[in-house]
């Protein structure tokens, strides 16, 4: 390699030389330190607080290495101190609280260093494709609560030397510059193989999804018990042959007709049920969400390297698939290796780089996982290969939690279907909601009925042997619309609530989206409706671009124009809430999500 020339210590304009540093950069950490020594002479011109760079002069340029702040001095016969790098303002900033509802992780990063850091510049556009439904920030650094992201997501920080933050996953920026061994770099050391880092089958296990079903029962004589195939959970609905019942709970309620008890899955009446009675029970009822993601050629080819992880914060199984793709890595197992490089080469850790060494017959994308650099010694190493996976670190300090989620997961009767996913899989989670309709009974044929049960006169439709009772003037009426927990769900599997009179874009209920070009209107039927008056709501759609969202709470009496993911106060309140979407170009959208209260 060749020779490395002075390095000095930079503040504003002047150069102070070095008496020696070293450095180490290494995994996730946005953190890192270099100790450095400068001369006696030069203490009084640097102090803790200064922002300075490590480097070296190119013709009249400098050329920084390392840049940060000086966080601590030392004085004696040498001036000894520690460059902090400037992922170390995270921790240095002011304390703060915040509380975000329904936002992406990147975007709460992203929030937090343009409110609470000022000085360092957000630079990622990676996507995560995961919505955090509620995240509380309570009197943290910035440090604090973007560290529960990276833990969340196991993604990577780094700052660069022009105050640059990103926030994205390992491997996601390649180094232009390819590594040639024996050209510009050399293998320090000898090649290994391990497949530590590999992991080809991934069990994601998250929080507890809530789901609706319906179940009917013929009533024997006097039966007051019955019992249901899932515990009970959330609201309760039954009828006895139509008519709604009331449900209450023994010793606190003065009169009801039934109570539930959700361990034993029983709704119980007080009084037993006449024989023949239909007697429908709608409940809501939890499933835990478990999604295994599985790398078959990998598993073929380096056997089974499984990895299990426990995240609480994920509740629907479209998030848990994302989150078990990300874990699953590509599945082959690469060779690690220390490479020695030029002092003047720009590599970063957590970026990808080729490696070609033509004598071990090797060429491969690998990840840089770790950088040294000694100014003393001369030598600048990089240790690459596969991609960190810190299952272990990632699962540090959650037993308790770990336990606890296990033990609500218990608590369910109903495991759910392990789900392999080779590539993508339409695996759709939909939220509980019930829609009531009445049946008028119009002109239809009544028996004994002088008007109504006069059977008409045979016709060429018809066959000889049969005769059609008439049916007219029939009308299916809504009355009512709930949704679990208040939150209604559209994400166009069918257009049950889409109304399909005044919608001019295109649902696709195959690929469940719906595409717009200009001018396009999407537009719903009743998404609540009942006897409680809506005051606010919140429209949170995954997709804005060249959109306009409205709701209204009047049955579309009134229209009120509303930004996604931002609660909204009605200024006309009512009972029959909907939403509409106009796009002013394309654009395509497949979730919807309104709260109400």
């Known amino acids: 390699m060749t020779n490395i020339p002075q390095y000095f210590l930079r503040k504003g304009t002047t150069n102070y030389v070095l008496v020696g540093f070293s450095f180490e950069r290494e995994g996730t950490s946005a953190i890192d330190d270099t100790p450095f020594i400068l001369s ?9 607080g200064d922002d300075v760079s490590i480097g070296y002069m190119d ?19 040498t001036s000894n101190y520690t460059l902090e790098s400037y992922g170390g303002r995270l921790n240095r900033a002011a304390t703060f609280s915040e509380i975000y509802n329904d936002k992406s992780p990147e975007y709460i990063v992203e929030h937090i260093i343009d409110n609470q850091v000022s000085t360092l510049t957000y630079s990622s556009s990676t996507a995560s494709g995961i919505t955090i439904s509620r995240f509380v920030v309570r009197d943290e650094t910035p440090g604090e609560s973007i560290g529960r992201l ?16 990103y926030f994205e996953p390992e491997g996601t920026t390649t180094n232009s510059n390819t590594l040639i061994i024996g050209t510009n770099s050399f293998i320090s050391g000898v090649w290994s193989e391990s497949p530590n880092s590999l992991a080809n089958s991934v069990t994601f296990i998250g929080g507890n999804g809530i789901f609706n079903t319906t179940e009917t029962f013929s009533a024997t004589a006097s039966q007051k018990i019955f019992t249901t195939a899932k515990k009970i959970l959330g609201n309760v609905r039954v009828t006895d042959n139509g008519t709604e019942t009331t449900g209450g709970v023994e010793g606190s309620t003065t009169t009801y007709d039934y109570a539930i008890d959700s361990d034993n899955k029983t709704v119980t009446f007080t009084v037993g049920r006449t024989s023949g009675h239909s007697i429908i029970i ?12 599985t790398n078959d050629p990998s598993i073929d080819a380096n056997g089974l390297f499984s990895r299990k992880i426990t995240d609480s914060s994920v509740l629907t199984m479209s ?32 970026e990808t780089v080729q490696v070609i060494d033509s004598f071990n017959d090797i060429d491969q994308q690998v990840i840089i996982n770790k950088l040294t650099f000694n100014y003393l010694e001369g ?8 991609s960190k996976l810190n299952v272990y670190d990632w699962n540090k300090k959650v037993d308790d939690r770990l336990k606890k989620l296990e033990a609500a997961q218990d608590n ?5 279907k392990y789900v392999v996913i080779q590539e993508n899989i339409n695996v759709t989670q939909r939220s509980g909601r019930l829609r009531t309709r009445t049946n008028t009974l119009g002109n239809s044929w009544i028996v004994g009925s002088s008007t109504n049960g006069l059977v008409g006169t045979n016709t060429a439709t018809q066959g000889g042997g049969q005769q059609v009772v008439g049916a007219d003037s029939r009308v299916m009426t809504i009355v009512g619309v709930e949704n679990t927990s208040d939150t209604f769900y559209e994400r166009f599997n069918f257009n049950t609530y889409i109304d399909t009179s005044t919608t001019t874009a295109t649902p696709d209920y195959t690929n469940e989206d719906t595409d717009f070009t200009s001018s396009e209107i999407l537009q719903s039927l009743a998404c609540y409706y009942g006897s409680s008056t809506i005051t606010k709501a919140t429209l ?37 809430l909907r939403y509409q979407a106009t796009a002013s170009d394309t654009a395509t959208i497949s979730l919807i999500k309104l709260t109400y209260e």
């Open 540 to 576: 949170t759609s995954d997709s804005t671009t060249n959109l306009t969202f409205k709701l209204s709470s009047d049955g579309g009496s009134n229209w009120e124009t509303v930004t996604s993911g931002t609660i909204h106060t009605f200024t006309n309140t009512g009972s029959d």
């Open 379 to 386: 030598t600048k190493i990089i240790e690459v290969g596969n």
């Open 282 to 293: 709608n409940y809501g009822y939890e499933v835990p969400i478990k999604v295994t993601a």
């Open 150 to 165: 990276v833990e969340l997501l196991n993604w990577q920080i780094r700052t660069d030397n022009d105050k640059n933050f």
């Open 412 to 416: 369910s009767d109903t495991i759910q």
């Open 59 to 77: 013709g009249a340029s400098f050329v920084a290495d390392f840049s940060g702040d000086v966080v601590s001095k030392e004085e004696h016969e």
């Open 319 to 350: 998030d848990a698939r994302k989150r078990a793709k990300q874990i699953l890595n590509n599945g082959n197992i690469t060779k690690n290796a220390s490479i020695e490089v030029n002092y003047s080469s720009d590599y970063a850790v957590g």
């Open 40 to 48: 006696k002479s030069n203490s009084a011109n640097v102090n803790i």
